[in-house]
């Protein structure tokens, strides 16, 4: 397996900037045959908005001092802090519902095997997104506990989950659906409250999480296309994470 060197980059302008951009750059990316001038005027980047605006946010607070400031005066705003391990586990309260509704017989937008597969996706862009970042930026967590505050991967990874079963089920059911929110929004601010982040690392790892899997849906039907055609085949996926990196063998159902 090739080695993944690192490279510690301590000026966090350059990482930060590299993130959005990398965000930015790969919501313009498409294959020439999509770009029909029927459906270029049907597909609307509005929805990558939102989560480029909380990454723009997070962004913002590595390099300008007022912004910077909130998140001093939110943290020692706070009332004491409290240590739980619920955010720990929140993060995966999405994928479980949905497997669980999958179990019962809830059909939602793709079947198991193309749910795996963008669950994934979603979960590696992210990680690739992230890590690196924690490491690139080096800043201190409020309890200075380590330099790996920026984004946060607890949030990410729960809005990853909450964009993911936002995806599967909006078209059933709107309100069941934004439940996965509600989650991922309590692991945010657990990951305050747990005095772990900053207020601008949640909102940047939300952003994060969110972008990563609309990218993920959005380019999914041509990824279908060229993994399995109309047949089930077996999957190696590389994967990449704070802890280590591996591949990922998935066979379809």
């Known amino acids: 397996m090739k080695k ?45 908005i939102f989560p480029a605006t909380c990454v723009s946010y997070g962004i913002t607070s590595l390099i300008v001092p007022s912004i910077r400031d909130i998140d001093f005066a939110i943290r020692d705003n706070q009332s004491g802090y409290q240590v739980t391990t619920v955010d720990d586990y929140l993060i995966y309260a999405p994928l479980v519902s949905n497997l669980a509704l999958s179990l019962g017989g809830v059909h939602s937008k793709y079947r198991f095997r193309d749910k795996a597969l963008i669950y994934l996706l979603s979960t590696g862009l992210n990680a690739v997104l992230v890590y690196p970042t ?10 200075n506990s380590d330099f790996h505050s920026f984004p946060s991967g607890h949030t990410s990874n729960a809005f990853v989950g909450a964009e993911f079963f936002w995806q599967e089920y909006k078209d059933k059911s709107k309100l069941l659906a934004s439940t996965g929110y509600i989650i991922a929004a309590t692991t945010g601010y657990l990951r305050l409250r747990n005095n772990k982040h900053w207020l601008s690392d949640v909102v940047a790892g939300a952003g994060t999480g969110i972008l990563s899997t609309r990218l993920v849906y959005h380019f999914y039907p041509k990824i279908s296309e060229k993994l399995f055609g109309d047949s089930d085949k077996m999957v190696l996926l590389p994967f990449l994470s704070f802890d280590g990196r591996g591949v990922t063998m998935m066979i379809g159902l």
């Open 134 to 143: 924690k490491k690139f930026t080096s800043r201190a967590r409020p309890d």
């Open 4 to 48: 993944i060197q690192h490279i510690n980059i301590k000026n966090a302008s350059f990482s930060a900037t590299l993130i959005f951009f990398f965000n930015f750059a790969v919501c313009q990316i498409a294959d020439a045959d999509t770009l029909k001038i029927e459906n270029v005027k049907k597909q609307s980047f509005t929805k990558y």
